[in-house]
Structure formats: C-alpha cells, structure tokens
C-alpha cells in the first residue's frame, strides 16, 4: 500500500500524464481537417517527428535500468509515439509533396538509429542508474528544446511580413 509521499508522487504523476494526453491529441482538430481536404495543405511533418523522437528517448529514461520507478513516464510516451507514428501516417498519406516523404523517412530513421545508439552507449558504458539517469536526462533535456522549437520551422512568408502558424501542441505545452 502507497503512503503518503509516494501517493502523492503517484496522483500528481496520473494528472501530468492525463494533461500529457491531451496536450498529445490536440493536434486532432488539425488531422481531421487533413483528411478531409485529402491534403496537408501547408502543415509541415516536422513537429511531428520530433515530438515522436523526443518520446522515444523520454521511454528510454523511464527503463528501470536508466531511471527505476517510472512507469507513468513509459505509458504516457509510449502513448505519445503511438499517437504521433498516426500522425506522422496521416501526414505522409496526404502530403503531395515527395520531399516531405522523403523527410519523413530520413528523420525518422536517423531519430530511431540516434535513440538506438544512445541506449547502446548508456547501457554498455555507464554502469549505475544515477550516471545512466544523468546522462539520459540531459539528452531529453535537449530532445525536448527540440520538439518545442521545431514548430519555428514553421514560419512563413506573406507578402507583407513574416507570419508564424501556430502550432497547437505548443499552445497547450505553454499553458500546461
């Protein structure tokens, strides 16, 4: 039975996890308008594919033998590739543009080969899970500035001035 600071650990975790969530089906509104239209219009796959990645490493750091204790870390980004590797389908199915789908491939195979090699490295040459922590964490510290900056890739420019479509998972990752 949980006692007080681990039930409390507990309720804020399936809260953030909950909030997670919504945060990660946000882009709905988005990808039923894709679908309908049969095209993608102007969006760009690049969010997508580094909010995928950055929930990639984020499992790796919630593995026991990275970061014990961390299982609402697993199932909330094992959601979150789950929801995106969707998106990322819907994106790649819609697009007409053959450089997106060949975007989307490489990113997608250099992300997976980079998370590969960095659990290959961290299980093979750091021998504590504090190390192991460490080292993971910084690299979803970066992952992460990552995923919040690539909708800058993103902007436009209109015949008057530069114009940034916002990116609705950003909007709720601010608020959240």
Same mark, same amino acid.
């Given at each position: ?48 594919? +580094?909010? +995928? ?5 984020? %499992?790796?750091?919630?593995?026991? @033998? ?46 997976? &080969?980079?998370? +590969?090699?960095? &659990? ?13 922590? @460490? ?6 510290? %970066? ?26 998972? *950003?909007?709720?990752?601010?608020? *959240?």
């Amino acid at each position: 039975m949980m006692q007080g600071q681990a039930l409390a650990r507990f309720i804020i975790g399936i809260i953030g996890n909950v909030i997670s969530a919504l945060r990660l089906m946000s882009p709905l509104p988005t990808f039923g308008r894709i679908i309908k239209n049969k095209s993608t219009e102007e969006f760009h796959p690049y969010p997508y594919i +580094a909010s +995928a990645l950055n929930c990639l490493i984020w %499992i790796l750091y919630g593995l026991p @033998m990275v970061h014990p204790d961390s299982t609402l870390i697993i199932t909330i980004n094992s959601f979150g590739v789950f929801i995106q590797s969707v998106y990322i389908a819907i994106f790649f199915v819609y697009t007409k543009k053959n450089k997106y789908k060949r975007s989307i491939a490489l990113l997608l195979l250099v992300g997976a &080969a980079f998370v +590969a090699i960095i &659990a290959t490295i961290t299980l093979l040459c750091f021998h504590t899970t504090a190390s192991r922590t @460490m080292l993971v964490g910084i690299i979803c510290g %970066i992952f992460l500035i990552f995923m919040y900056a690539s909708p800058l890739s993103i902007v436009v420019s209109t015949d008057r001035s530069p114009l940034l479509l916002i990116n609705f998972p *950003s909007l709720f990752d601010f608020y *959240s």
